[in-house]
């Protein structure tokens, strides 16, 4: 759908794919658990993620992709660095970061969302991706409490007949 408004983020499809597959990955390995490790999570596909896209940026738009990372890679093509050097350390250093803190917000606001929300997502009740939330099936009875209430029969009833 992004891509019929601007046409330019197209190329990047495969970028994404990747991203949103490590993330279901991230997920299912149970990185999603403990708020501490969606960012680290984050920090490796944003390094797998870098290293997919620098080649795209160098060779369909030339490294110019209009935003304040052109400004580092502006910086690292005056070292000397080759387009295709400079566009990946620009990666390296800015897509990690940038995918820690999305991925970091995006479990605060998983986090966020009632249990009964979330399990409606055959995904999340599978493969227990929240830590404390168990499923929405009925918790378990106290110990020293019966499973069942009996019934209670009147007085006036004859054992095995039902109540009128």
């Known amino acids: 759908m992004w891509s019929f408004i601007n046409p330019t983020v197209l190329p990047f499809a495969a970028g994404a794919a990747l991203i949103g597959f490590l993330a279901g990955l991230a997920a299912r ?3 999603f ?3 501490y490790l969606a960012p680290v999570a984050g920090f490796v596909t944003g390094i797998l993620a870098g290293v997919v896209s620098a080649p795209i940026a160098a060779f369909v738009f030339g490294g110019t992709a209009g935003l304040g990372t052109g400004a580092v890679v502006s910086a690292f093509r005056a070292m000397g660095d080759t387009l295709l050097a ?3 350390k620009q990666a390296l250093i800015s897509d990690p970061m940038d995918k820690a803190i999305v991925f970091a917000i995006a479990a605060l606001l998983v986090y966020a969302l009632p249990r009964r929300t979330t399990f409606q997502f055959p ?3 599978t493969f227990r991706v929240l830590a404390g939330k168990t499923s929405a ?3 378990a ?3 020293g409490q019966p499973k069942t209430q009996p019934q209670i029969q ?3 009833q004859p054992k095995g007949q039902p109540e009128a």
Request: hydrophobic share 30%; net charge positive.
């Open 141 to 143: 009875q106290p110990k």
């Open 29 to 31: 390995g149970g990185l």
């Open 123 to 125: 995904f999340v009740r």
């Open 137 to 139: 099936t009925p918790k």
């Open 86 to 88: 400079a566009i990946t």
């Open 154 to 156: 009147s007085e006036t």
């Open 33 to 35: 658990r403990r708020f």
